[in-house]
């Protein structure tokens, strides 16, 4: 009877174990799937501003900030002017620096950071 009560609780912590692993591979397929879908927001993102751009270089450029949510994903972008950095610092007049924020969640590793830069004259 000794030994059928030891199997038992062996299986118990074998089960609770996968239990835990498996809960785990969860969450982190949860997070890939919300990486993936950021990455993919942000992509959509710079193509629409550039084409935006493209459409109507004088109405368009420079783009201006903003912020969209799909998914529950927020992501924001902001533009910033770009400065030659040898020499005298002087503002690049045709590219603008944009910094694209998506999140989804409270933890750390919620979020996805991209640079780009876009300019008026190809």
Known sequence: MMEIILIMVV???IAANIMALQNSTWKMNSSSGKLLL???MIDRQI???RMNI???PQSNFPPRDSSITENGIHLMW???SVT???GTPVTIANVRECNF???WGANRYDTLRVRTFL???F
């Open 84 to 86: 030659r950095s040898v």
């Open 119 to 121: 300019a008026r004259n």
């Open 38 to 40: 950021a990455g993919q």
């Open 11 to 13: 299986i118990g912590i």
């Open 101 to 103: 924020t998506a999140g």
């Open 78 to 80: 902001q533009i910033v």
């Open 47 to 49: 193509e629409q501003l």
């Open 54 to 56: 493209d459409k109507d």
